[in-house]
């Protein structure tokens, strides 16, 4: 049973569109909420992250936007480019479980020029 | 700025074989993660060491063990592979002051034939 849910499995946007990608949880002991961006054959590079005292977190392009109280959480990537066609991983961990990176199942973000 | 290292890249070996997969934290990084990611899968947790201790353990088989030596840097032993441990295994590092923020290596492809 995936503890973070994820959606979508697959994105494709048009070039200088906008991104979005969801997750959902359950645990309310999660209080860090990464975003990982993966290549084709590459480890998972860290995006963005928030935590849940925080309802918005952005760095440039790229959106965090959190509701603690529906237990959401979504990444929003704007004036998305060719380059960002990646897959994207949500995740969230606990103090209180060594922060063990519990994963959203991906999502593949296709951006067409 | 350094990465973690991983080697081999890519490792092929037959049914019933042993490997070994080395990692290599960044630099003053104490905490070490492996992961196992199948095709098209999320990264599934394995393990983790801190301080050469084990701290967690996640989905790993009997037939894999792992440790970290006293310069940090640790090592995933598999034996008896099977064809269902084709997969791509990450190992990830962090500092202990900010074990939620993991960095991680490009990985090993291990195909088993």
């Known amino acids: 049973q995936q503890q973070v849910k994820q959606s979508p499995q697959s994105l494709i946007v048009q070039k200088g569109g906008i991104s979005i990608i969801n997750c959902a949880y359950e645990?309310?002991?999660?209080?860090?909420f990464p975003w990982y961006q993966q290549f084709p054959g590459k480890g998972p590079a860290l995006l963005i992250a928030?935590?849940?005292d925080v309802s918005e977190k952005k760095e440039g392009r790229f959106t965090i936007s959190f509701n603690k109280s529906a237990k959401q959480f979504s990444l929003h990537i704007m004036d998305s480019q060719p380059g960002d066609s990646a897959t994207y991983f949500c995740?969230?961990?606990?103090?209180?479980?060594?922060?063990?990176?519990?994963w959203g199942a991906g999502t593949k973000l296709i951006i067409k020029p | 700025a350094a990465g973690v290292i991983q080697s081999p890249r890519h490792l092929i070996k037959e049914k019933r074989e042993t490997a070994t997969l080395k990692c290599y934290p960044i630099p003053r990084h104490d905490t070490v993660y492996w992961y196992q990611q199948g095709p098209g899968q999320d990264p599934q947790f394995l393990i983790s060491?801190?301080?050469?201790?084990?701290?967690d353990k996640g989905s790993i088989p009997d037939r894999f063990s792992a440790q970290q030596f006293s310069d940090y840097h640790s090592e995933l032993n598999m034996s008896s592979l099977e064809l269902g441990d084709s997969a791509l295994y990450f190992c990830?590092?962090?500092?202990?002051?900010?074990?939620?923020?993991?960095?991680f290596g490009a990985g090993t492809r291990l195909s088993v034939l």
């Open positions: 060491f801190y301080e050469k201790m084990q701290s």
């Open positions: 995740a969230a961990s606990s103090m209180g479980s060594n922060y063990q990176l519990i």
């Open positions: 990830a590092s962090s500092l202990v002051g900010a074990k939620n923020i993991q960095y």
């Open positions: 928030i935590r849940p």
């Open positions: 645990n309310t002991a999660f209080d860090y």
